[in-house]
Nanobody, 114 residues
Framework: QVQLAESGGGLVQAGGSLRLSCAAS????????MGWYRQAPGSQRNLVAL???????KYAGSVEGRFTIARDNARNTVSLQMNSLTPEDTAVFYC????????WGPGTQVTVSS
């Protein structure tokens, strides 16, 4: 069973940057597509960035060009560099497999003030 732990969230002003990190346990990490999801208050959880086991990346249109996902298979970690943040990016961010298969970490809160 994969276990996930996100970190790096916080409060930032609009236009600022944050870097999220996710530590994953489990010996199948390097062969698993991973993603960052976010859930804003009153909204469903959505995938915003994906990285395949081969390093291929895909992004939701709303974050394309501002967010960068990366993985380190040696350390079983996934990161999300977020630049040019806007208040609309305020959400709880989760890392998980793609598809998530119901396995989630506690998430990390990102709040962007205007």
């Amino acid at each position: 069973q994969v276990q996930l732990a996100e970190s790096g969230g916080g409060l930032v002003q609009a236009g600022g940057s944050l870097r999220l990190s996710c530590a994953a346990s489990g010996d199948s990490f390097s062969t698993t597509a991973m993603g960052w999801y976010r859930q804003a208050p009153g909204s469903q959880r959505n995938l915003v960035a994906l990285i395949g086991r081969d390093g291929t990346t895909k992004y939701a249109g709303s974050v394309e060009g501002r967010f960068t996902i990366a993985r380190d298979n040696a350390r079983n970690t996934v990161s999300l560099q977020m630049n040019s943040l806007t208040p609309e990016d305020t959400a709880v961010f989760y890392c998980a497999r793609v598809p998530a298969l119901g396995v989630w970490g506690p998430g990390t809160q990102v709040t962007v003030s205007s």
